[in-house]
């Protein structure tokens, strides 16, 4: 992409409004635009990234064999009314009137859709297990909404529902996804702590929030310290059920399994969150399927929840300096920022111009800064928007034909020939779509 | 993917409700289950489809140089206050309150938000021209919803707005997305009739409806025949621009530009709609850019939609029989429909398996319905969810080494060898992926 082409308003002032360190990033980084509060626009490459999460999660999803579904943002209110939530729900769902005065909602989570879908077309014990999900916009009337995409009214989540015979088989399958989500969160370059979380009496242990390490998260956790030494492969549930981790709420240091020396304190955001809830809605939605010998059962179920939009945020929150964002490569709206320092020059035009085109055919995705401006402004910039590897033509490439690479998030340079970066750029490209493979083979995951 | 863990629920009998063959077959085939009156979820094989048309729709955006956004569902009213049609719009706009009792509403179209954003961004001429566009749900209150995804009340579509500096370079962008739009729909397997229509006192002769071709479609158009033999790189504004065309509440028999016997009668279905409005909003939203000597320059908008979620059933309509869908093969969930004729007989299961795992090697895109059904009953669910290419395994595989390849369209059948029969689908599907871009090759299409 050339920028002189594209649509890029990063803004130069820090954005009043905006309170912490990723809603003031992706302002100033022209990711989003707020079309009303906790109500976002999104811009060319606050989608990229977007999409490039919601890539991800739908990869390992469907690895494991979920399959993808897509339900509607409005939902009747009569199928919450059946299962009971439609009143108790309050004010943070947005109760809506259509032109025939029936009660709609903009759904806040897809319980009571999903429940209904699978009523309509499970008959018997044969159909199950079976694991849905979708990547769907949803709505939240947050009384105060803020932190920009970390707490907004409309956000993108990927949730999904699962159904099994017995509790046996629930909690099989919570256990894949549990380490799916690991994967998910590894490949975007975070590591994630599943803490235990309430679940009410049904769910017993199996209810996890799935927390990040970031300074400014907004809750505090304590953790067994050897999470920090866990190669992914160890990352199982059976392991990690066995390492204590806590949010502050459920935290008792006079009552804590493990010495308080081996305890690490860090500030966590949450992005996942997964729980098993029984027959709760499929029994009061009669869900029912016919058993073995005709005996009817009744699904037990699970959901499991990813914030995609906030974790655009989440990201930013974990990975930024002073200077701007630092995208992991699986995540960045581009792999290459290409920087001509001297657009007007000749020889450095048709230069840059002949990288960004070899960058193209061999399908490493390069934003090229080829406005006239100062390289001062072009360095900061790039910076600012968090491409992970910068590419610099100027004088010495004319010189020597060597261009100067630059990692954004080691900071390191070097010189050297525009063969051998292109060669660098596109060999971390294709590390960083074979990446989530790797990962998933090391652990032996089964391809569907 | 093996249909014995896939979420297919194809039915037998045909749906009451349903008035038109896509919405039927839709049913039948397992894409869409109804949430409430004209809302739908979508269902793994109908997500796919969808997910294919938006894929095509974007790539070509992208192509001439459009950029991606993705802009909220909800609004708020004061934008649409702004300008001047919150209260024209009627009941087909859901009005919301939020919990804080602000006006709000389901963008049943953008043109007020990209606007708004627009203004915040755009200072100085040298940033237009500019076209944005995003694919993202819409809702109309239709009164009365029918015909399942074709007039649904929450739609996906994809809407584009042009930003340019006078008429001249607004008309330019606009015959730029017209024939994109050629391309887009001729990809799909379509032939969208480009027919004039109204559009008030500002935009002249810059306003088109595409029509596809349809026995049922819901409006009859009339066109000069020589549109049927057309080569796409005939398909120039230009030259359209001189070929008749109307729809029935435009054509005038008694008063038309070319004689009766070279009009062509069809049923047409509209896919996309294209407008030029001038300053309509941008005056209204006070959008301005300052000119190359500072003077003030009220930007030309266009905006540009295609209905993504209606060409699902479009498609349908165009392309069926009485046994099922016909997917062309740029849009099809799956690229081959893998029959095992035997399961349970230990040596079919045994090849079709292997040409299963050979066909996801080399990312040919398979359902294996490896149920243990009658073959008679996976025959004709092949035929009903529309896969372009039938692969079956039966004795004559055992006996000779061949399988049975069936063309969906065609009904050509033929028995080939294995190894004839992986390449064969293979080098389809490699013609499908580069066949946009050859098609745009052909036209000399400028790639951004």
Redesign the interface.
Known sequence: ??LS???L?TLKEIPAEAQITSHRLMLRA?MI?Q??AG??????IG?KV?QNIERIVAEEQDRI?C??????????A?LWQESGRYEDYG??M?R?K??HD?D?L?GPTNEE?IT??MR??LKSYRQLP?T?YQIG?K?R?E?RPRFGVMRG??FLMKDGYSFDLDYEGAKETYKKIFESYLVIFRRMGLTAIPVRADSGAIGGDLSHEFQIVAPTGESTIYYDESYDSLPLQDMTFEKLQNLYAAADEKHDPNNCPIPANRIKTARGIEIGHIFYFGTKYSKAMKLEVAGPNGEPIIPEMGSYGIGVSRLVGAIIEASHDENGIIWPESVAPFQVGLINAKTGDEKLDSIAGDIYQKLNNQKTEALYDDRAERPGVKFSNMDLIGIPWQVIVGNKTVEYGTVEVKNRQTGERSDISIEECLNKVAKQYTQRISEGLQENENRGAEC?
């Open positions: 992409m050339r082409n594209y649509f308003p022209g635009n079309t009303t109500i976002y626009s999104w811009l060319p989608l977007l064999g399959h993808r579904v897509l339900m509607p943002t409005l939902q009747p009569s004010k943070e947005l809506i259509d032109r029936r709609m903009y859709v209904d879908i309509q077309y079976q849905l916009w709505f009337d009384i009214r409309e569907i």
